[in-house]
Nanobody, 120 residues
C-alpha cells in the first residue's frame, strides 16, 4: 500500500494550488483521509480531514480558503488551496486513518510529503 501525494510547487501569494493523494495497492477501502503540514521548525499540524461519507473538518487558519474533497472510487483525496499566503509554506502530508487491502489493515498511514512554497 502506498499513499502518493502530488501537486506541490512554488506559487505567489494569492495564488492557488491543488494537491492530490492516491492510495494504491490492492485497496478494498479507505476510511477518513486528511492533509497535514509541517513548516520549518514547527510541529506537524492538521490542515483538513474528510470522512468516507464526505464530512469535513478544517483548521481555523485555512477555513474559507482551502477545500478538501475525495473520490472514493479512485481512493484519492484532494486539497484545493486558494488565496495562498506565505505562512502556508510547508511540506504537506496526506494521511489515511485506516486502509484495508486484500490481506492487511493499516492504521494512521502516511504518504510522503509534497512541498508547497508561497512567495510574498
Amino acid at each position: 500500500v502506498q499513499l502518493q501525494a502530488s501537486g506541490g510547487g512554488l506559487v505567489q501569494a494569492g495564488g492557488s494550488l491543488r494537491l492530490s493523494c492516491t492510495a494504491s495497492g490492492n485497496i478494498i477501502s479507505v476510511n477518513a483521509m486528511g492533509w497535514y503540514r509541517q513548516a520549518p521548525g514547527k510541529q506537524r499540524e492538521l490542515v483538513a480531514t474528510i470522512t468516507r461519507g464526505g464530512s469535513t473538518n478544517y483548521a481555523d487558519s485555512v477555513k474559507g480558503r482551502f477545500t478538501i474533497s475525495r473520490d472514493n472510487a479512485k481512493n484519492t483525496v484532494y486539497l484545493q488551496m486558494n488565496s495562498l499566503k506565505p505562512e502556508d509554506t510547508a511540506v504537506y502530508y496526506c494521511n489515511a486513518d485506516r486502509i484495508r487491502d486484500g490481506t492487511n489493515i493499516f492504521t494512521n498511514y502516511w504518504g510522503q510529503g509534497t512541498l508547497v512554497t508561497v512567495s510574498s
